[in-house]
């Protein structure tokens, strides 16, 4: 049966154009290691996390925008309460917006240009004492 899940669970990211990967968060505490699904198709990034009702612990979508932008989110039919981080060019935290309200249509602005998002699960950022100005390392940023 794990196996099945395993398959299934690739066969999902194929499908939905997602690339799976990881970041780490340089963070007061200690380095946080992140698996992430990263979407970069316009469609990919308007689905999201939405419809999805779990996301494993330590997992997370980083919204790669490919070039720095002013960029709002909002949670139209995302039943998962989430931190949105939203991350500069240099890896660089520059906004966390925490426990975000299920299906809520109100946008949540970067506040910023910004290059990427990453979408956890409420409560990660404080669970891992993830701050603005904390780095975050992976190959989308220039660090």
Known sequence: MTRFLSISLLFLLIAC???RNYVIIHTEKAPQKI???IVRKHDDMRKGLMFRKTL???AGMLFDYRKPRHVTMWMK???LSLDMIFIREDGVITRIEKNTTPFSEKTISSGQAVLAVLEVNAGTS???GIKVGDHIEHNIFRN
């Open 17 to 19: 154009g997602g690339e």
């Open 35 to 37: 698996s992430v699904e």
């Open 56 to 58: 494993a612990p330590n």
């Open 77 to 79: 039919n995302t039943y």
């Open 126 to 128: 404080d669970a891992l």
